[in-house]
C-alpha cells in the first residue's frame, strides 16, 4: 500500500523560504513521476512542480507562477521528493499535496494528506 508522508508546511512572512518534504512507502518509486500540487481556499488544486522519470532520466516540470523561486528535488535512496519555495508570496498560500503518478496502461495517482502552507503580507 503506497503512503505519502508531508512535511515542512507551516507560517512564514512574504518573502520568506520553506522547504517541504515528503516521504514515500509501499512500491519503488524510482521509474514514477512524484511532485506537488496545491488548493488555495476555494480554488481547485493546481500544478505546482514534478520531477518526471523516462529512460532518458528525469525531468523537471513547474508552473509558470512559481518557476526560478521553487526548486523541486528527489532522493530516491529515501524514496522522497522535496520543494523548496523562496521568496514566498501570500498568494502562494495553500495546502501543498505531494504526488505520485504511475503511468502505464491504466495510470495510477497516489496522494498524500497534505500540508498547510500560509504566507502573511
Known amino acids: 500500500q503506497v503512503q505519502l508522508v508531508e512535511s515542512g508546511g507551516g507560517l512564514v512572512q512574504a518573502g520568506g523560504s520553506l522547504r517541504l518534504s515528503c516521504a514515500a512507502s509501499?512500491?519503488?518509486?524510482?521509474?514514477?513521476?512524484m511532485g506537488w500540487y496545491r488548493q488555495a481556499p476555494g480554488k481547485e488544486r493546481e500544478f505546482v512542480a514534478m520531477t518526471r522519470w523516462s529512460w532518458r532520466g528525469y525531468n523537471s516540470d513547474y508552473a509558470d507562477s512559481v518557476k526560478d523561486r521553487f526548486t523541486i528535488s528527489r532522493d530516491n535512496a529515501r524514496n522522497a521528493v522535496y520543494l523548496e519555495m523562496n521568496s514566498l508570496k501570500p498568494e502562494d498560500t495553500a495546502i501543498y499535496y505531494c504526488?505520485?503518478?504511475?503511468?502505464?496502461?491504466?495510470?495510477?495517482?497516489?496522494w498524500g494528506q497534505g500540508t498547510q502552507v500560509t504566507v502573511s503580507s
Open positions: 509501499g512500491r519503488t518509486f524510482t521509474n514514477v513521476d
Open positions: 504526488n505520485v503518478h504511475v503511468a502505464g496502461p491504466v495510470p495510477v495517482d497516489y
